[in-house]
């Protein structure tokens, strides 16, 4: 059984960059992204599959954010940079057993709880 935990969210402002961790305490393989900010549906952010070559992100997002991972101690982190109020969500860390990353929700097979990110304009 794996166990996701993210951590890092809070109040920012436009401009401003923040880094969210995501621990699991289970081996993982592929990692991801997602948010959901309030009365939307759960979209895609970033991903990383366990090989290297495997990242790519979602337009809205790409050359802002910067998806990594330390392998070596379970962790999966998202750094965000010029944070745009469009950027307010829950972020969820989710992780699938694959070697490939996927895009959509439904390919993930664990998921963390949350953590909350907004920006202020």
């Known amino acids: 059984q794996v166990q996701l935990v993210e951590s890092g969210g809070r109040l920012v402002q436009a401009g401003g960059s923040l880094r969210l961790s995501c621990e699991a305490s289970g081996r993982t393989f592929s990692m991801g992204w997602f948010r959901q900010a309030p009365g939307k549906e759960r979209e895609f952010v970033a991903a990383k599959s366990w090989l290297g070559s495997g990242t790519f992100y979602a337009d809205s997002v790409k050359g802002r954010f910067t998806i990594s991972r330390d392998n070596a101690e379970s962790t999966v982190y998202l750094q965000m940079n010029s944070l745009k109020p469009e950027d307010t969500a829950i972020y969820y860390c989710?992780?699938?057993?694959?070697?490939?990353?996927?895009?959509?929700?439904?390919?993930?097979?664990?998921w963390g709880q949350g953590t909350q990110v907004t920006v202020s304009s």
């Open positions: 989710a992780a699938r057993k694959l070697l490939i990353a996927g895009r959509s929700a439904s390919e993930y097979d664990y």
